[in-house]
């Protein structure tokens, strides 16, 4: 697999801590936000998404909150494990179409055993 | 990688040859996409195809062409390649527009000299 090799925000977390990883979005208009975890040789993977009308969802493990008043949003990893080492992006969009989507830069997650 | 194959997986070329990358699915979605991943620039969507014949460009379309004359095949070609077109490009396939039903390739590294 592929991978870009980038001077990325780092964010180096104990096993077993909770991670929290940040966002800044662009666009006031923007609907749709989604966190994307890329682990290293991969493409990205889908892990969690959010309407502008919320302000927090919870899956498996992950929480996002959204802050519209200062266009900012955060991916919460609970219990970090080694297997949550990678890079992280968070996208935002005018809806939810596949089409319309702008990424942010990512932040690279280090799990420390 | 959810049923995903892009080739070639790395491509070594001089400025001004013809290439092209292509992405196959097994998975019979009617979408699939075509993004590029540079440093400081997360993903941009260069291409986007909603079925058999049916292409429209992303935000970053200038330089590429796609064609897709079958479901399972989306083709990248760079008529004239630059160096500004050295990345790493990521395939996506869908089964409907949506972000959420999104599945990323492999990837392929491209350098152009």
Redesign the interface.
């Known amino acids: 697999g592929e991978s870009v090799g980038l001077h990325l925000p780092t964010l180096s977390v104990q096993e077993g801590d909770n991670s929290i990883i940040n966002c800044a979005y662009s666009n006031s208009a923007s609907d749709y936000f989604i966190w994307y975890k890329q682990e290293s040789g991969k493409g990205p993977q889908f892990i969690i998404d959010i309407r502008s009308n919320m302000d927090k969802r919870q899956g498996q493990r992950v929480t996002v909150l959204l802050n519209k008043t200062v266009k900012h949003l955060s991916l919460q990893i609970a219990a970090t494990q080694p297997g949550d080492s990678a890079v992280y992006f968070c996208a935002e969009a005018l809806n939810n179409a596949g089409n319309m989507l702008t990424f942010g830069g990512g932040t690279r997650l280090m799990v420390k055993p | 990688?959810a049923g995903i194959t892009q080739s070639p997986?790395h491509k070594v070329t001089e400025t001004g040859t013809p290439v092209t990358l292509r992405c196959h699915q097994t998975e019979n979605h009617r979408?699939m996409?075509w993004y590029r991943?540079?440093?400081?620039?997360?993903?941009?969507?260069i291409h986007?195809s909603y079925g058999v014949k049916d292409t429209?460009k992303?935000?970053v379309s200038d330089g590429y062409s796609v064609s897709r004359s079958k479901t399972e095949d989306f083709l990248l070609t760079l008529e004239s390649a630059t160096s500004s077109q050295t990345s790493?490009y990521?395939c996506?396939i869908?089964t409907s527009?949506?972000?959420?039903?999104?599945?990323?390739?492999?990837?392929?590294?491209l350098t152009v000299l």
Request: hydrophobic share 20%; aromatic share 18%.
């Open positions: 990688d997986r979408y996409y991943q540079d440093p400081g620039h997360g993903l941009r969507l986007y429209d992303g935000e790493v990521f996506a869908g527009g949506r972000v959420d039903t999104q599945y990323f390739g492999p990837g392929t590294r």
